[in-house]
């Protein structure tokens, strides 16, 4: 039984050992873009690249948002987060 305890902790250290070095290569515009659709964001979010390090987005989930982090953090990248409010006062 130890055995196949074994194999099955090698098949995911493999597994994430592949996911790590996928996400290295991809631009994060992509992972982020990726992060989204998984969630089922993308159609309805707006993205804004500001810079290659920043970007600008509405009508994302603060759950997606988070992923994507985790996402960049994993290929290296510090996160800083600057949050907006915008109100939008009608008569």
């Given at each position: 039984?130890?055995?196949?305890?074994?194999?099955?902790?090698?098949?995911?250290?493999?597994?994430?050992?592949?996911?790590?070095?996928?996400?290295?290569?991809?631009?994060?515009?992509?992972?982020?873009?990726?992060?989204?659709?998984?969630?089922?964001?993308y159609d309805e979010s707006k993205i804004r690249w500001i810079d290659?390090?920043?970007?600008?987005?509405?009508?994302?989930?603060?759950?997606?948002?988070?992923?994507?982090?985790?996402?960049?953090?994993?290929?290296?990248?510090?996160?800083?987060?600057?949050?907006?409010?915008?109100?939008?006062?009608?008569?």
């Amino acid at each position: 039984m130890n055995s196949i305890f074994s194999q099955t902790n090698a098949a995911k250290t493999l597994q994430e050992k592949s996911m790590n070095f996928q996400n290295e290569e991809l631009p994060l515009s992509e992972v982020f873009k990726q992060e989204l659709m998984k969630k089922g964001e993308y159609d309805e979010s707006k993205i804004r690249w500001i810079d290659h390090e920043t970007v600008e987005v509405t009508n994302i989930s603060g759950l997606a948002i988070h992923s994507f982090a985790l996402r960049a953090e994993e290929m290296g990248k510090d996160i800083e987060y600057n949050k907006q409010t915008i109100l939008k006062i009608k008569n």
